[in-house]
């Protein structure tokens, strides 16, 4: 089971929990003769072996979990912060299926067998339910976010990524149309409150994240001149996107629940529409998606691919570290002091990737690896005057950009091109392979623009993230299998 497949079954579960929670509100509503039937009793019985089911479900999917983290520690790319967050995933999981569930299960039970007990013994079954609950969304927001975070943030996924938050909530909006409809916020049930206060904040992250991909399309045209990532940026502008988004959060907050539903969707269709448009427009200038064939890439060749996906996982880091510091100019003698160290973060990753280039002998290759090396070099020089500003912002979305497969910006070349087909498969299959070579040292050594640690938040905490393109791995070529597997098979022998 991979990570996204992971991801739908707590996401089903959490499901399935809130309906039998719903159901059972709606039997504690029930006159007091009619909850002591024994219709009633043959009911809860059944809701008690559904819950011990969501148990069993819940105990399954954590042992899945602790083995997708078994293989993700045998994965030097996968980073550290990941796998701790899908270590508490499945911790959380194994904790309610031998605690909150079976408490749950016991006490419709005892609702089901003791009519006189009725009452108590399900209000302290629906007191638990709702921790459950609590304690699944979180889960749904922990696991969306870990899998965000490894695929890769080029302009392509980002907009993919609003896209699908806003068809979630027009979906979830759209499901819960007829408790909703008609209500003031303040007059609808603690749950639905909670639904609506959840998915507010959602859609304002979403929101946020796709103002910041308006911001940075205008720098990355500058420097690419690829006019369609200008023409996003106009039709953004032209759909007044920001405070059309700022509305929908109004409409959200206020349980306008048509208007939202129709927004969202809209929305929705926008991002998807946009970001088809910039992956159109990568295979008529050339990009990865086409390639010209030549020689398949080595088990070297793809020690080095491993070793750029690393080298942007550090630099999205990075870029997110430079867009706080260039938020931060109050002090000038701090936002000096932290742009010199990015610029030496900058610098490592660049050494990182430049010893990429003697490990491969493939031209094409090796020519990608000194083009993003260029770049790199680009943007320390623009932080040690020392600033941190759109102008480095720019330079580094450039370097994403060439290491997702947007525009390996080498000139072409058959080896470039296989490259980069297989970055974009790999980042995209949330596959978890054992072993990979790595761009350089540690993980960012910056962390706030202050180094206090501060990260700014992700994006969109999305249910699944549509899949930007890229092939299951059975359905690579065989040259990329033969290839990988040579890689693998070199790698086991030296563990």
Known sequence: MKMDALQ????????????????????????????????????????????????????????????????????????????????????????????????????????????????????KAMRLQEQILATLRQLEQQANRTIENMIARNFVNRLLQVAASERRISETLTKRLPSLAGALPADLPEDLRKTLEQLTSQHERTRDEAGTIQDDLPGFFSRTRLEAYDTVYQEMVQKQMKPSLVDLSARIRGNVTVGAIGAAAEWDGHFSAWAASLKAAQRSEGGCEGGEEGEPLSAADIEVVFGLMHARQREESLRDQTRLAARQTADEGKHAEAARRLAGVQEEIAGGVRGLAGRTG??????????????????????????????????????????????????????????????????????????????????????????????????????????????????????????????????????
């Not at 009911?43 to 042992?63: N, P």
């Not at 994403?400 to 072409?412: F, H, K, N, Q, T």
């Open 362 to 495: 493939n031209p094409g290759l090796k020519k990608l690896v000194r083009a993003v090396v260029g770049e790199m070099e680009s943007a320390t020089a623009l932080l040690n005057r020392p600033r941190a500003d759109a102008d480095v912002i720019a330079v580094q979305t450039v370097i994403i950009e060439m290491l997702s497969g947007a525009d390996d910006g080498s000139g072409g070349g058959s080896g470039a091109g296989q490259a980069m087909q297989m970055m974009q498969s790999l980042s995209m299959a949330m596959g978890m392979m054992p072993g990979s070579g790595y761009a350089g040292g540690s993980k960012d050594g910056v962390s706030g623009a202050d180094g206090s640690g501060a990260k700014e938040g992700t994006a969109s905490e999305e249910r699944r993230i549509e899949k930007a393109g890229g092939a299951a791995a059975q359905e690579w070529p065989a040259e990329y299998r033969d290839a990988l597997q040579e890689y693998f098979n070199r790698r086991e022998s030296e563990l």
């Open 8 to 123: 739908a079954v707590i996401e089903e579960l959490t499901r399935q929990e809130e309906r039998l929670l719903e159901t059972n509100r709606e039997l504690a509503a029930l006159p007091a003769e009619q909850l002591a039937s024994a219709a009633v009793g043959d009911q809860l019985a059944d809701h008690r072996q559904a819950e011990l089911e969501h148990a069993k479900q819940a105990s399954d999917t954590a042992q899945q979990a602790w083995r997708l983290l078994e293989e993700a520690l045998r994965n030097s790319a996968i980073e550290a912060e990941a796998m701790r967050q899908w270590a508490e995933l499945a911790e959380s999981l194994a904790g309610l299926a031998g605690r909150e569930m079976p408490a749950a299960a016991q006490s419709m039970g005892k609702a089901a067998a003791q009519p006189g007990q009725r009452p108590s013994e399900l209000d």
